[in-house]
């Protein structure tokens, strides 16, 4: 099921071990999806896509980072729908290499099949959906090219595994991972104004998000001080 967030922003709620995907309409007719899933559950996401908007415009598929939870079900959308894939420039190879240590496949147990990507996403990087531009930024420490998407005007921010509500944020102890650039990534965004937080995992929050992803900062650099992170 989708859940309509905004005008032209749906949700795909996590399911199983999938991550949040986000569905972008550009132009009233272009779809951009944010994110696959661990591709185990691929044939409901395009159902629940179908329900509403046709996936043959499927435009771009754009990722916040490389694990699998977030990326597996790249491969089978890309070869059905080929849409432009688009990943941030330093995640982009191992998606292109099939790589099973950093995008945590061979923790599942399963193969990473190869998937070229046709965009490599650099910091600053604008993502274009007509009305809706969001800036890209690295945002590394729980991989170390995991971004986010930040839209100023309606203060958006699509943040992956690096901020999550209540509090909390994205594990450091995956390959790449790194406590102290976390830290440092959190501190980044309390510092940007952010009002809707749709996050990797759990439900987005719709208001004040900057008192969430405060807390985050604190929480981390707290941990972190502590020797957790
Ligand atoms: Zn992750």
Redesign the pocket.
Known sequence: MLKELLENIYLIPEREFDANMYLIIEDNENLNLIDTGTGLNVTQTIKDINAQFDINKLKRIILT?C?I??SGGLHRLAKKFAPEVVVYEIEAPYIEMGDTIVTVASFFGVDFPRTKVDVYLENDSVLDFGDLKFSVYNMPG??HGSVVFYEPQRKILIS??VVFPQGSF?RTD?PTGNGAQLVESLKKISELDVEMLFP?HMPPIMKNANENNKKSYQMGKMMLEQGFL
């Open positions: 980072h694990h939870d977030h729980h991989t992956g595994d994205g995956f990797g």
